[in-house]
Every structure is written in structure tokens, then in C-alpha cells.
């Protein structure tokens, strides 16, 4: 389960100041530990490219976002 914690809120903030956007909790499966996100969010940071939906298998299509 995603608890936030501060060193979750610290990942994030540089996650959105990366990317331009938050952390899209919502998509991501509630089952997700709160460690295993923070390492996901790391990778995406230090790679420069979002894949984070990707690496949990999250797929969305166009129409999902109107």
C-alpha cells in the first residue's frame, strides 16, 4: 500500500519539477509498496523519460483521457 511518506514527498517533488506534472497515484495499482514506487519514480528521474505507468503495466489510450 502507498503511504506518503517524506521521503516519498521529497521523490515526488523532484519527480514534478522533472516532468512538469505530479505523480499519477490514481493509475498506479493500490496494492504498489510505498519503496518500490520511490525506486520506480528514481529510475524514471535518472533516465529522463516517464515510463513509470509503463513499468506497472498501465496502458492508456487516447479516449481514457477526455
Known sequence: MIQLSEEYKVIA??????FGYGVPLRMIPPTTETGDLILKIKE???????????????????????
Do not use: R
Open 13 to 18: 517533488k523532484e519527480y514534478k519539477k522533472k
Open 44 to 66: 524514471c528521474i535518472d533516465s529522463g523519460e516517464d515510463k513509470l505507468l509503463e513499468m506497472y503495466g498501465v496502458s492508456l489510450q487516447e479516449a481514457d483521457l477526455v
